[in-house]
């Protein structure tokens, strides 16, 4: 083991080239895991006798350990060494998808998808907490690299349970654990203790401040999210309500994942020449927009794959500016992260509640409110976090 891989400096590089390589390949599977669950479902309940909600109950003990392995690594990190946090996640995941794969019953299955996200959780938070502050003003760049990864995987998931077929889910579980054990033959290439991260946005806030500052943080990701999960769930729903066939709008929604990783590939060298404060701008106005054009028929289709176009680049953008603008706040990576989580998992229900107030109809202008509070989130904080510093 090279000593600057445990020491080192703050210019030492976090990642050897082969373990960046790596980690693309671990939000590949953590992608994959996740968009796993919902094509499943048929066969689940047909192999455990349940009713759909209980079936769903799969991806939300996933998403609870989830938020469990953010928070546990959190308080591991800069303590046992990133790369026992990152080996012993990808164990955690691969342990869970076999254990879901060889469940005698659905209490044990509900273990190991809790099992399984407690994983996810820890290379989700992990992983992120390293490139948001490893690769110094390229940062940026290399997290939306990084989670476009996390859309090629969940554009994959689904087409491999489709491929293989629902009641052969199993097998697929387990050659996802299996995929898990080469990545860990390149953790040694992640340095293992990384420097904490040195503010540019002028003096670090004071306690009051900063704690505004965090809260304004989470409203924007658990905001966004729910923005990004209620498109995904809704825009079938929506689609068919003003007319367009079943498949048309299953092929629509499935153009607006695609998009999102297409724009977090596309915004990488953008974030090289721009502050992430103006990527966020834009990309929430734009969205919100976006949003608004869905509500006319005609073009919902083309406005929701604008969405997916311009929400890609919030969760990995505002990470590193997170890190600039509270560099004191240790666990401010984890917050945002473990309750983007929970806008995830409350979205569906909490939309779908107000819809039965209202109507299906009104599915875009609901999405394009919550994204206008996204827009003003940014410009608070935009103003709260000013700096003279380039991107």
Same mark, same amino acid.
């Given at each position: 083991m090279a000593?600057?891989?445990?020491?080192?400096?703050?210019?030492?590089?976090?990642?050897?080239?082969?373990?960046?390589?790596?980690?693309?390949?671990?939000?590949?599977?953590?992608?994959?895991?996740?968009a796993f669950y919902g094509p499943a479902i048929p066969a689940l309940r047909k192999e455990f006798g349940l009713a759909p909600s209980t079936a769903g109950l799969a991806l939300s003990a996933h998403f609870v350990g989830?938020?469990?392995?953010?928070?546990?690594?959190?308080?591991?990190?800069?303590?046992?060494?990133?790369?026992?946090?990152?080996?012993?996640?990808?164990?955690?995941?691969?342990?869970?998808?076999?254990?879901?794969?060889?469940?005698?019953?659905?209490?044990?299955?509900?273990?190991?998808?809790?099992?399984?996200?407690?994983?996810f959780g820890g290379i989700d938070y992990g992983l992120n907490q390293l490139f948001s502050t490893g690769f110094g003003r390229r940062s940026t760049a290399m997290l939306n690299i990084l989670n476009a990864h996390f859309g090629i995987g969940a554009i994959l998931g689904p087409a491999l349970i489709g491929v293989f077929g629902a009641g052969h889910y199993p097998l697929v579980f387990l050659a996802f654990a299996l995929a898990n054990l080469p990545v860990l033959l390149c953790l040694r290439g &992640?340095? *293992?203790?990384? +420097?904490?991260?040195?503010?540019?946005? $002028?003096?670090?806030? =004071?306690?009051?401040?900063?704690?505004?500052?965090l809260a304004v943080f989470v409203a924007l990701y658990v905001l966004h999210v729910g923005i990004e999960a209620g498109v995904g769930g809704w825009e079938p729903t929506h689609l068919e309500t003003v007319g367009f066939s079943a498949g048309t709008a299953a092929t629509a929604t499935s153009v607006y994942w695609l998009m999102m990783t297409v724009g977090r590939f596309l915004v990488a060298p953008l974030a090289l020449r721009h502050s992430a404060q103006t990527i966020i701008t834009v990309?929430?106005?734009?969205?919100?927009?976006?949003?608004?054009?869905?509500? &006319?028929? *005609?073009?919902? +289709?083309?406005?929701?794959?604008?969405? $997916?176009?311009?929400? =890609?680049?919030v969760f990995p953008t505002g990470l590193p500016w997170l890190h600039r603008a509270a560099p004191t706040a240790r666990r401010a990576g984890a917050l945002v992260i473990s309750a983007s989580m929970?806008?995830?998992?409350?979205?569906?229900?909490?939309?779908?509640?107000?819809?039965?107030?209202?109507?299906?109809?009104?599915v875009p202008l609901l999405l394009a409110v919550t994204s206008a509070a996204c827009l003003a989130a940014t410009g608070w904080l935009t103003r709260a976090t000013r700096t003279t510093a380039g991107p």
């Open positions: 000593a600057d891989a445990v020491t080192g400096t703050a210019d030492t590089p976090a990642f050897s080239p082969s373990a960046v390589a790596a980690s693309c390949v671990g939000f590949v599977l953590i992608g994959a895991l996740q989830g938020v469990a392995g953010v928070l546990l690594f959190d308080r591991l990190y800069g303590r046992i060494g990133n790369r026992r946090i990152l080996g012993t996640s990808y164990l955690l995941m691969a342990a869970g998808a076999a254990g879901f794969a060889l469940a005698p019953n659905w209490p044990l299955a509900l273990t190991a998808s809790l099992l399984a996200g407690l994983g &992640v340095r *293992d203790h990384t +420097p904490r991260p040195t503010g540019d946005n $002028g003096p670090a806030p =004071a306690n009051r401040a900063l704690r505004t500052v990309s929430c106005a734009g969205m919100t927009a976006s949003l608004l054009l869905a509500a &006319v028929p *005609d073009l919902a +289709p083309y406005a929701y794959a604008a969405v $997916g176009l311009f929400i =890609a680049p929970v806008g995830g998992v409350a979205a569906g229900p909490t939309l779908g509640k107000v819809i039965e107030w209202s109507d299906v109809g009104a």
